[in-house]
């Protein structure tokens, strides 16, 4: 995952993804898009990295919190290391203009905050689509424009 994260952000995979938007909207005949500045915004190198903002959705040790090139928020309905993760339930949180954390819970996170969100075997304890869709539109409010979001 954090080969990923840094091909994506370090090197040519945010760049190839804005190429791919830029050639599928020409073809299907949307005009006026120029997206060259969007993946301008990191360097093209690992030695000085820009902190990424990572939120671990269904963290059950935080274990992106190792990686100094990341700013990790963790969260997780039951967190069994309460010192490394905020209790959360992803689904009944809020989504607002800031981050709200009380104690060890967050209520609320602020809109097109995150590069990346990560669900690390979160959807595949949801019975039905409906709550993963729900999870997958609000992992897409936090993300900011072309953050990624983390299947596993």
Request: charged letters at 25%; aromatic letters at 14%; a negative charge.
């Given at each position: 995952?954090?080969q990923?994260i840094h091909q994506y952000?370090y090197?040519d995979?945010?760049?190839?993804?804005?190429?791919r938007?830029?050639?599928?909207?020409e073809?299907?005949g949307?005009?006026?898009?120029?997206?060259s500045?969007?993946f301008?915004?990191?360097?093209?190198?690992v030695?000085?990295?820009v902190?990424?903002?990572?939120?671990d959705?269904?963290?059950?040790?935080?274990p992106?919190?190792?990686?100094?090139?990341?700013d990790v928020?963790?969260?997780?309905i039951?967190?069994?290391?309460e010192?490394?993760v905020?209790?959360?339930?992803?689904?009944?949180?809020?989504?607002?203009?800031?981050?709200?954390?009380f104690g060890r819970?967050?209520?609320?996170?602020?809109?097109?905050?995150?590069q990346i969100?990560?669900?690390?075997?979160l959807?595949?304890?949801?019975?039905?689509?409906?709550?993963?869709?729900?999870c997958?539109?609000?992992?897409?409010?936090?993300l900011?424009?072309?953050?990624?979001?983390i299947i596993?």
């Amino acid at each position: 995952t954090r080969q990923k994260i840094h091909q994506y952000f370090y090197q040519d995979g945010l760049y190839n993804q804005c190429t791919r938007d830029r050639n599928r909207f020409e073809r299907n005949g949307i005009s006026n898009v120029d997206n060259s500045e969007k993946f301008n915004r990191f360097p093209s190198s690992v030695e000085d990295p820009v902190r990424l903002k990572l939120l671990d959705v269904g963290s059950c040790y935080n274990p992106f919190s190792k990686f100094s090139e990341l700013d990790v928020t963790a969260i997780d309905i039951a967190p069994v290391y309460e010192n490394n993760v905020y209790k959360s339930d992803f689904l009944a949180l809020e989504i607002s203009d800031s981050i709200e954390i009380f104690g060890r819970e967050v209520v609320s996170l602020a809109k097109e905050s995150f590069q990346i969100v990560v669900f690390c075997f979160l959807l595949e304890y949801f019975p039905a689509t409906t709550p993963r869709y729900e999870c997958c539109a609000k992992a897409r409010q936090v993300l900011q424009e072309n953050g990624i979001l983390i299947i596993l």
